[in-house]
């Protein structure tokens, strides 16, 4: 039997995250979440399905802003650096590097941004000359997850941010 790539199995549910409005990069406070494709089943394998389609919501919402900040003329992101609660959650941070085909740095301190709060406080008080310097001399990544090879999750991620970005457009009509 053919094995099925895991992002995959969400193929028919479709969400949009915006249980409290959209902040961005809409901010339209009158947004609502939304979710199609559910059946009648409430099992776990069900409700994990929802949960898989609820994480790449957030990543497609991520790409979203992302290509929001790049047709705003903002130089082009080639990788983004993750940390926090979520950062920690494999599923969460792999979404996200399919959605936005882009590679995740995730630090290897555990309270980055804590560390990004010393980095600032060391630039201030003058132990680096500028943040880029104090960052590079105070942090580290820890590993990188990279976006899935070109091909069947590459494509069904292309599908399902056509989807999303149709089912906020609906919303706001």
Not at 73 to 86: A, D, E, M, S
Not at 88 to 110: E, F
Not at 132 to 155: F, I, K, L
Not at 158 to 164: N, P, W
Request: glycine share 8%; net charge negative; aromatic share 4%.
């Amino acid at each position: 039997a053919r094995r099925v790539p895991l992002p995959t199995l969400a193929s028919d549910v479709h969400v949009t995250p915006d249980v409290n409005g959209n902040r961005s990069p809409l901010a339209d406070p009158a947004m609502r979440a939304g979710v199609v494709g559910v059946g009648l089943a409430s099992g776990e394998d069900e409700l994990a399905v929802v949960y898989l389609a609820a994480v790449q919501s957030l990543a497609y919402q991520t790409r979203q802003i992302v290509e929001a900040m790049q047709a705003a003329g903002h130089p082009t992101i080639g990788r983004v650096f993750v940390c926090g609660g979520l950062s920690k959650n494999p599923l969460y941070v792999s979404s996200h590097a399919d959605a936005l085909r882009l590679p995740l740095h995730i630090p290897t301190n555990d309270e980055a941004v804590l560390l990004g709060a010393a980095v600032l406080a060391a630039t201030a008080g003058g132990a680096h000359a500028s943040v880029s310097e104090a960052a590079a001399a105070m942090t580290s990544v820890g590993r990188t997850v990279r976006p899935a090879e070109e091909g069947e999750v590459a494509a069904y991620h292309a599908r399902k941010y056509a989807v999303f970005l149709k089912m906020t457009e609906d919303q706001r009509e």
